[in-house]
Nanobody, 115 residues
Protein backbone atom coordinates (compact mmCIF):
# COMPACT_ATOMS: atom_id res chain seq x y z
CA UNK A 1 0.00 0.00 0.00
CA UNK A 2 1.25 3.48 -0.89
CA UNK A 3 0.85 6.49 1.36
CA UNK A 4 1.59 10.06 0.30
CA UNK A 5 2.07 12.95 2.71
CA UNK A 6 2.42 16.52 1.48
CA UNK A 7 4.08 19.28 3.49
CA UNK A 8 5.45 22.78 3.03
CA UNK A 9 2.30 24.77 2.41
CA UNK A 10 1.49 28.02 4.13
CA UNK A 11 0.87 31.72 3.72
CA UNK A 12 3.24 33.68 1.49
CA UNK A 13 3.22 37.16 -0.01
CA UNK A 14 2.94 37.67 -3.76
CA UNK A 15 6.36 37.26 -5.34
CA UNK A 16 7.48 34.90 -2.61
CA UNK A 17 8.55 31.28 -2.72
CA UNK A 18 7.57 27.99 -1.14
CA UNK A 19 8.87 24.45 -1.47
CA UNK A 20 6.38 21.62 -1.22
CA UNK A 21 7.37 18.05 -0.44
CA UNK A 22 5.54 14.79 -1.01
CA UNK A 23 6.83 11.88 1.05
CA UNK A 24 6.06 8.47 -0.44
CA UNK A 25 5.76 5.36 1.72
CA UNK A 26 5.77 2.03 -0.05
CA UNK A 27 7.58 0.26 -2.84
CA UNK A 28 8.34 1.18 -6.44
CA UNK A 29 8.67 4.94 -5.99
CA UNK A 30 11.46 5.12 -8.56
CA UNK A 31 9.23 3.77 -11.32
CA UNK A 32 6.11 5.71 -10.34
CA UNK A 33 4.94 8.72 -12.25
CA UNK A 34 4.52 11.55 -9.77
CA UNK A 35 2.23 14.51 -10.22
CA UNK A 36 1.35 17.74 -8.45
CA UNK A 37 -2.21 18.98 -8.86
CA UNK A 38 -4.06 21.83 -7.20
CA UNK A 39 -7.61 22.83 -6.49
CA UNK A 40 -8.55 26.44 -5.89
CA UNK A 41 -11.76 27.38 -4.09
CA UNK A 42 -14.72 26.90 -6.39
CA UNK A 43 -12.62 25.45 -9.19
CA UNK A 44 -11.84 22.01 -10.52
CA UNK A 45 -8.63 20.21 -9.68
CA UNK A 46 -5.94 20.95 -12.28
CA UNK A 47 -2.55 19.58 -13.23
CA UNK A 48 0.41 21.65 -12.06
CA UNK A 49 3.43 19.53 -12.95
CA UNK A 50 4.38 15.95 -13.61
CA UNK A 51 7.60 13.92 -13.48
CA UNK A 52 8.29 10.42 -14.71
CA UNK A 53 10.56 7.90 -13.04
CA UNK A 54 13.24 8.89 -15.57
CA UNK A 55 12.91 12.55 -14.62
CA UNK A 56 10.99 13.81 -17.64
CA UNK A 57 8.90 16.79 -16.60
CA UNK A 58 5.84 18.61 -17.86
CA UNK A 59 4.24 21.79 -16.57
CA UNK A 60 0.97 23.64 -16.87
CA UNK A 61 1.35 26.82 -18.91
CA UNK A 62 0.31 28.87 -15.89
CA UNK A 63 3.35 27.76 -13.85
CA UNK A 64 5.96 27.22 -16.57
CA UNK A 65 9.12 29.12 -15.69
CA UNK A 66 8.06 29.73 -12.08
CA UNK A 67 7.66 26.23 -10.64
CA UNK A 68 10.12 23.35 -10.70
CA UNK A 69 9.20 19.74 -10.02
CA UNK A 70 11.86 17.29 -8.91
CA UNK A 71 12.26 13.97 -7.19
CA UNK A 72 14.78 12.21 -5.00
CA UNK A 73 14.41 8.49 -5.61
CA UNK A 74 16.81 7.63 -2.78
CA UNK A 75 14.53 9.41 -0.31
CA UNK A 76 11.24 8.50 -2.04
CA UNK A 77 10.28 12.15 -2.06
CA UNK A 78 8.97 14.56 -4.66
CA UNK A 79 9.30 18.32 -4.50
CA UNK A 80 7.71 21.40 -6.01
CA UNK A 81 9.74 24.58 -5.84
CA UNK A 82 7.37 27.50 -6.36
CA UNK A 83 8.82 30.92 -7.09
CA UNK A 84 7.26 34.26 -8.05
CA UNK A 85 4.01 33.17 -6.46
CA UNK A 86 0.81 34.92 -7.46
CA UNK A 87 -2.55 35.20 -5.69
CA UNK A 88 -4.01 32.91 -8.36
CA UNK A 89 -1.67 30.16 -7.15
CA UNK A 90 -3.72 29.96 -3.97
CA UNK A 91 -5.07 26.41 -3.73
CA UNK A 92 -4.78 23.10 -1.98
CA UNK A 93 -1.89 21.23 -3.58
CA UNK A 94 -2.06 17.47 -3.90
CA UNK A 95 0.48 14.90 -4.93
CA UNK A 96 -0.42 11.79 -6.83
CA UNK A 97 1.51 8.68 -7.74
CA UNK A 98 0.62 6.51 -10.71
CA UNK A 99 1.90 3.05 -11.51
CA UNK A 100 0.42 0.15 -13.47
CA UNK A 101 -2.91 1.95 -13.77
CA UNK A 102 -3.28 2.55 -10.03
CA UNK A 103 -3.34 6.06 -8.57
CA UNK A 104 -2.65 7.11 -5.00
CA UNK A 105 -3.36 10.54 -3.54
CA UNK A 106 -2.15 12.56 -0.64
CA UNK A 107 -4.39 14.63 1.60
CA UNK A 108 -3.13 17.95 0.30
CA UNK A 109 -1.34 20.99 1.65
CA UNK A 110 -2.80 24.47 1.51
CA UNK A 111 -0.97 27.34 -0.16
CA UNK A 112 -2.25 30.88 0.28
CA UNK A 113 -0.67 33.74 -1.62
CA UNK A 114 -1.81 37.04 -0.17
CA UNK A 115 -0.47 40.32 1.08
Amino acid sequence: QVQLVESGGGLVQPGGSLRLSCAYSGNFFSISRMTWLRQAPGKERELVADITGDGITTYADSVQGRFTISRDNARSTMFLQMNSLKPEDTAVYYCKSSRWGVNYWGQGTKVTVSS
